[in-house]
């Protein structure tokens, strides 16, 4: 009789541990799903990221451009203005000189602080890819949890069915 006892108690707990292997596999397949998607969620962040470097390149020639124009405009104003007023001289150089240097100066900020702007995107889309590649990992172990869980949940339907042969021997 105590066969029986124990033969019925190894087979419910051997369903019991089957059914629960694979909720759990259900859950952590759901939760692989989810961090596949949050990667492509941080891939789609990363490309964009990449396509305001792009942009931010693009506006830093266009302001240097401008820039360029604005500067050459006044250099020539100062030009006429100094050859109409006959004006000779070290103050004359020393104006025409200066303007030079403060356009140099000018060119030369709107390009760093475009290149510190390109380098904030690039550091930003490395970031996501890094994100990208652990939302990955994760869940690619997730799906290894789910197939050890079904595994663990069949070995215990296989435990449970031994059991119950115990009664009949």
């Known amino acids: 009789m105590a066969n029986i006892g124990g033969g019925l108690q190894g087979a419910l707990s051997g369903v019991g541990g089957f059914l629960g292997g694979e909720q759990n596999a259900a859950g952590l397949k759901a939760e692989a799903e989810g961090d596949f998607q949050a990667a492509t969620y941080y891939a789609d962040a990363a490309d964009i990221s990449r396509s305001n470097e792009d942009i931010v390149k693009s506006s830093t020639a266009i302001q240097e451009a401008q820039l360029g124009r604005k500067i050459f405009q006044a250099e020539g104003t100062e030009t006429a203005q100094v050859a109409g ?3 000779e001289g070290g103050s004359a150089g020393d104006l025409l000189r200066q303007s030079m240097q403060q ?3 000018a060119k030369g900020v709107l390009q760093q602080q ?3 702007e390109v380098q904030s995107y690039e550091q930003q ?13 994760a869940g ?4 290894h949890a789910s197939e050890a869980a079904a595994t663990g949940g069949v070995m215990s339907l296989l435990s449970g069915g031994l059991s119950l042969a115990t009664m009949f021997l």
Do not use: F, P
Request: glycine share 20%; no cysteine; hydrophobic share 55%.
């Open 140 to 143: 690619n172990a997730a799906l």
């Open 125 to 137: 889309a490395v970031g996501l890819q890094a994100q990208e590649a652990s939302a990955i990992g």
């Open 114 to 116: 475009g290149q510190i």
């Open 103 to 105: 356009g140099a100066l």
């Open 85 to 87: 007023g006959n004006l």
